[in-house]
């Protein structure tokens, strides 16, 4: 039986989203292709591998924007809720890690195509400073 977990995002845009996942180490396989399960795959446009054969995959919703798929279940030493709730987590904390790299990301092309020229970048937890400049 299949458990495929889908989790909502915020990230519309494809190109950014590959640049922020690949930033934080992943290796993007891009196109459509499938993500398997348990029992099942499930068809998904973008797929990263994390821990051992367990993959990650990323769909485009209706409303645009991209939800995280994936069905962890027959993890041995957990039971299903336990591991459901491991995994909305660790999705959250990853869509998290997502979503700053990917408002960066956008800031940064944002300024590029104004003809700024970024000086300083600096994170600090949570917290991104960027100072840039742009000759008159």
Known sequence: M?????????????????RCLEQMGF?????RSKVRGFSGAQDVELKIK?????????VKNNQD??????????????S????????????REMENSIR????????LEKLESK????????ETGKTVKILARRWA
């Open 100 to 107: 700053r790299s990917y408002a960066r990301e956008t800031v």
């Open 2 to 18: 299949s458990h495929f977990t889908k989790i909502k995002t915020r990230i519309r845009d494809s190109e950014l989203l590959v």
């Open 115 to 122: 003809g700024f020229t970024v000086v300083e970048q600096k």
């Open 27 to 31: 290796e993007v396989q891009k196109g």
């Open 50 to 58: 994390i821990q051992g054969n367990r993959e990650i995959g990323f």
């Open 65 to 78: 924007y991209y939800d995280m798929v994936a069905d962890w279940y027959g993890v041995t030493g957990t």
């Open 80 to 91: 299903s809720r336990m591991f459901s709730k491991d995994l909305e987590d660790r999705f």
